[in-house]
């Protein structure tokens, strides 16, 4: 059964989930992408002329997602637009009997997240969220070490990334803007999030400093993987501005603790001049983990006390002999189910990742497995974002029980206000 799939965003992650879209086509026949939306119509044309270029067949173009949803009787909703759209865009396509992926973040806000759950249970949808970082199969592959005591029992983790100084974060104006869930913590963080609760299991409390260090910040090009997804983008609120300024905090420093008593050390700041910083590690009772960089290929490393030389590929997947790609992701990998590394450009992996949450979506749809990623996943990922920014404003420790609920949102409060939440 193939089904009706339409796009809303047409922008730079627009443009990568067209490829994503093209990807999946190759190996499942699970959606054709009958309509791109995006209020700027050479955006979506754009992304049309690329999908038509490779498949044959153009989707039709629309500037108002209303009489999208009206009008080309869809059976799902990519959602790839700015954060603040999401609930609004996911809610009507809801109401329509359409079902929905979005884009992470999930939502602007918790309360936002909380909306789109209460929808997609109302009118009986599926809402799935596009995290691909967990989907990466060395990340699949530091999860079953994990959980197979390659390491022993996680004791505590250190998930560190500074960088960025005085540049604007992909280049992107609203990414800067506290009521459109911008900044590094929000963008950035959610993956991190995700990957850490997925690593290590769900964090009862968490506490935070945070700070704004470049307020000011220019536009200096993109990541040379990204920026060729962003060349047809328009985007014309911030068009002739070479600086921009930023209105909410672009650096946090939390402590964490999980609830299986592990403890984490999280950093993340796009404000660090001159010298960037990345560690990752996991360190357990009998040896620590450096999970793989998503999205490159590289195997993850296990070293064990007293070992001279970490675990080579071989050993690690002697470990977890049970452990495989499942039917999803496999095909996209040439079919082979275990790997320790594999050798990608970048723009292919990408690609791949979001062809296997299409993929997984109409699994989904048409009674298969429920998403991976689903509502309560998908907040918890911006819980903890929003746990270091609730933390970081009262300078004191939070329960993520109290987040999730949104019984604590005061750092949220303005960002409720200014997207009618």
Known sequence: MTLKLGMVGAGGMGMRHAHGYIELCKQFDSFRLVAVCDRHAPAAESVASVVEKATGDRPGVFTDLHRMLDEANLDALDIVTDTRMHHRFAVAAFEHGVHVMTEKPMGVTIRACHAMRQAAQTHKRVLSIAENYRRD??????????????????????????????????????????????SMIIEQGVHDADLMIYFMGDIQTVYAETGLFARIRRRSGMNANLARFYEHRVEEEFAGQDTIELDQEDSAFAVMRFASGAVGHYAISNASHGHAVGVDTIHGAAGTMIPPRSRT???????????????TGEEMLSLVPDWELNDITAPFWGGVRRMASYDMPFDEIDRKLIAIEYAELARAI?????VEVGPETGIKALGLAYATLESGMTRQPVRMADILEGSVEGYQAEVNAANGL
Do not use: C, Y
């Open 137 to 182: 199969p060395m990340n699949r592959l530091a999860k079953a070490l994990l959980d197979a005591g390659a390491i022993g029992r996680p004791n505590f983790m250190v998930r560190m990334g500074l960088g960025g100084g005085s540049a604007l974060m992909h280049n992107t104006g609203w990414r800067a803007l506290k009521s459109r869930a911008g």
């Open 297 to 311: 290929g590289q195997s993850p490393a296990v070293k064990l006390e007293g070992a001279v030389q970490p675990l």
């Open 366 to 370: 048409t009674g298969g497995a429920p």
